[in-house]
């Protein structure tokens, strides 16, 4: 079959064995070779204008930029530990183990040490000492409830300190140890920081669940991590759907008791009360937020943990496969989180920042929980959806709060663009000062779009590309005055990262050129591990090219040393023996003003090996019709070239997304080879899938 033959297969050759025991050392990832170039306009350049006007800023220029990166990788112990001591440490690092690490597995087995032998605590860094510089009284939440007319609070630095102390207590009581991995399957209010603060606080580990996922999702996580105690909630409005946390939490229990593990608590937050949403409750397990925590002491003394001692496991959002629980410690998560939210976000002490991730992501692991507080910052915690009531309530909420960061992912974008301009219009967003991004590529015309309309072209766009396996930003535009800014380029490197390109036989790829992105030298919130499998974090990150970190994308470095990721390593087409990735097809088709959103998959071809499927989702006002068909395929071969020529154009009211927004372009390769006869209990994991009717969909609408 065609699939058995492909070079690429990624997951689709997992899927065919089933996903539980599949391997990732399976998958053979290949580079595009197509002529990107075209694409990546390295020439178009975008210097905002005004945005450093009156504005003391961290870095005041390139120059300072390259100077202070030149540093710290000159001499990274010595950079980082300059940093690492303006945080308190109970007892300091000996500089000797500042970093020790072992990169290649010809030498021995991977091991990263930041700041080891050192005692901290991140929770007393991020909320203690902010109180006792005086910034008790300072908000740290401005908590935005999902509702227009709902819950609006505003929670200081010192509200935040008593919460936490008295969940940390709470934990205590419910037998919770140093060490302990915790679950947390919450909604995003702000008791969901504070409970992952509560977790550090006396050196227990926790692992979030974002709380959009099923219960088998949930059971499989908690199972994995062998948690004892889970925090929930009754449940919460997302938009207009009602999602009953507390209904999967149980259930997830029962699945994971069924396999040998059982949960012995559950602590609830009731949000949303009995009235809209009825729970059981078992004497015993289930204790009420409201009775367990509040009349608990507001003091409880930190757990002085080792740098190196594990602060989270966060499993990753599961675009490709197997979700992996990566592992995080720490000192160095702890120095690095903080440091990029400082420069990429350049934060002032008197800003609002707005992060839209949940923290059930490392975006909201560390720039809603970690990065902002150990900070100091103000920020917007928002607990809906951006197009509910309507498109305007991202930028309703700059207005309301005077935001001056908006922090969200291109699909986001890419749904308000579509909306249309006016829902942006409308509002006030002169206090805004640097929109950034995550979570994918972003295709030039939503970067425009995103500068010009939302940003009225005052403001930088910080695209960030890192993982949760790099546990911070890794490439980034920070916003330097008069930097060159390009759509679509993730650009340069944050202080201490050695982006490397390889080309297929591994060797480095010097100035301009295109291959895998890889990492030289740890930097310090590098994964440590992959819970209870190193091996398979060995094999994952560190076994294809010995001596680098592997992040799994592709990447182009142009004539000006900008980087452009090119897309998953494993999302390349091999057209008549020409590599293409899947992302530059689909920002071709975005470019075209019908097109909202474009996914694009490889299907079997007799001739050229590999054909080019495109599902395309209209902008609007545009009418699906075979004009419009000729016209995108006429399109693209303008964009990129006759060798991408898509060979179908399936016109498609949505895409299937993972609950973080990425598109899962494993089910899409699914449909596009095998049509309406696709096997709906063979699409392999799908329980990180956002809308499963939206699978449905396609599969009715196949376009062979
Ligand atoms: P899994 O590893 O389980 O398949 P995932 O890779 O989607 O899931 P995350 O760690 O949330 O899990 O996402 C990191 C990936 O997202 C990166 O490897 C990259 O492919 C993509 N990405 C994130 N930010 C950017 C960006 N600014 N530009 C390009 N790609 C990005
Ligand atoms: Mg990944």
């Not at 800014?485 to 340069?492: C, I, Q």
């Amino acid at each position: 079959s065609f699939l058995g033959n492909r070079v690429n297969v990624g997951c689709a050759g997992k899927m065919q064995k089933g996903n539980e025991d599949s391997r990732d050392e399976d998958v053979l990832y290949h580079l595009p070779y197509a002529n990107l170039e075209r694409h990546h306009d390295s020439d178009n350049v975008v210097v905002p204008e005004v945005f450093h006007e009156g504005r003391a800023t961290h870095l005041k220029s390139l120059d300072e930029y390259k100077k202070l990166y030149e540093e710290s990788i000159a001499d990274p112990a010595g950079f980082w530990s300059n940093i690492a001591r303006s945080f308190y440490w109970k007892e300091d690092f000996p500089s000797a183990t500042a970093c020790t690490y072992n990169f290649d597995l010809n030498v021995g087995p991977i091991a990263i040490n930041w700041f080891k032998g050192g005692k901290t605590n991140i929770c007393y860094n991020a909320v203690d000492r902010q109180v006792e510089n005086g910034l008790g009284s300072k908000v740290a939440f401005h908590y935005e409830g999902n509702d227009l007319e709902d819950e609006h609070r505003d929670i200081t630095y010192e509200e935040v300190k008593d919460e936490v102390c008295r969940v940390a207590n709470s934990l205590k009581e419910m037998g919770v140890k140093k060490g302990d991995c915790v679950c947390l399957y919450m909604p995003m209010v702000p008791e969901l920081p504070i409970a992952m603060l509560a977790c550090a606080r006396i050196g227990a580990v926790h692992s979030v669940v974002f709380g959009g996922f099923s219960a088998e999702a949930l059971a499989g996580r908690i199972f994995d991590a062998k948690n004892n105690v889970v925090i929930t909630c009754d449940g919460v409005m997302r938009g207009k759907k009602l999602i009953e946390l507390k209904k999967v939490a149980d259930e997830a229990a029962k699945l994971s008791q069924a396999r040998g593990h059982n949960v012995g608590h559950k602590l609830v937050l009731q949000r949303l009360g009995p009235e809209k949403c009825k729970v059981d409750f078992v004497e015993g397990v289930d204790h009420w937020w409201n009775e367990m925590v509040k009349p608990q002491s507001t003091v409880c003394e930190p757990e002085w943990v080792d740098a190196e001692d594990p602060l989270f496991i966060l499993y990753t959002s599961g675009s490709t496969g197997q979700p992996k629980g990566i592992l995080h410690t720490t000192g160095g998560y702890m120095v690095y989180s903080a440091t990029t939210f400082k420069y990429a976000f350049d934060y002032q002490p008197e800003d609002v920042f707005f992060c839209t991730a949940d923290c059930g992501w490392i975006t909201g692991h560390s720039y809603v929980t970690y990065g902002p507080l150990l900070n100091g910052a103000s920020q917007v915690v928002f607990e809906g959806v951006p197009n509910c009531p309507r498109p305007d309530r991202l930028w309703r909420i700059v207005e309301k709060y005077r935001v001056q960061q908006v922090y969200t992912a291109p699909t986001a974008i890419r749904a308000l663009m579509v909306a249309g301009d006016k829902y942006v219009k409308g509002t006030d967003r002169s206090s805004l000062k640097i929109l950034g991004t995550v979570g994918e590529p972003i295709n030039p015309e939503a970067w425009n779009w995103y500068f010009k309309v939302v940003g009225d072209e005052r403001c930088p766009v910080v695209d960030t590309w890192w993982q949760t396996e790099t546990g911070g930003h890794m490439i980034l535009p920070l916003p330097i005055p008069g930097l060159h800014m390009k759509p679509g380029a993730a650009s340069l490197p944050f202080f201490g990262v050695v982006p490397v390109i390889l080309d297929e036989d591994g060797n480095e790829v010097d100035g301009e050129g295109q291959g895998f992105l890889m990492v030289k030298k740890p930097w310090p919130s590098t994964l440590r591990s992959i819970s209870g499998d190193h091996e398979r974090m060995q094999d994952i990150y560190f076994s294809r090219f010995k001596g680098y970190y592997m992040s799994g994308d592709g990447c182009r470095r142009d004539k000006d040393g900008y980087y452009w990721l090119t897309g998953r390593v494993d999302d390349v087409l091999n057209v008549s023996g020409h590599r293409i990735g899947t992302a530059e097809v689909e920002s071709a088709l975005v470019l075209h003003p019908a097109v909202g959103e474009a996914a694009v998959v490889g299907i079997g071809h007799d001739i050229k090996g590999e054909g080019i499927y495109a599902y395309v989702t209209l902008m609007n006002k545009f009418q699906p019709d075979d004009d419009l068909k000729k016209e995108l395929i006429q399109y693209v071969r303008k964009e990129i070239g006759p060798i991408a020529t898509p060979d179908v154009i399936h016109f498609a009211a949505a895409v299937p997304k993972t609950r973080s927004g990425k598109i899962m372009r494993r089910i899409l390769r699914k449909i596009a080879n095998e049509g309406s006869k696709v096997d709906k209990d063979g699409l392999g994991d799908v329980s990180t899938l956002a809308d499963p009717s939206v699978v449905e969909a396609l599969i009715e609408t196949h376009a062979n």
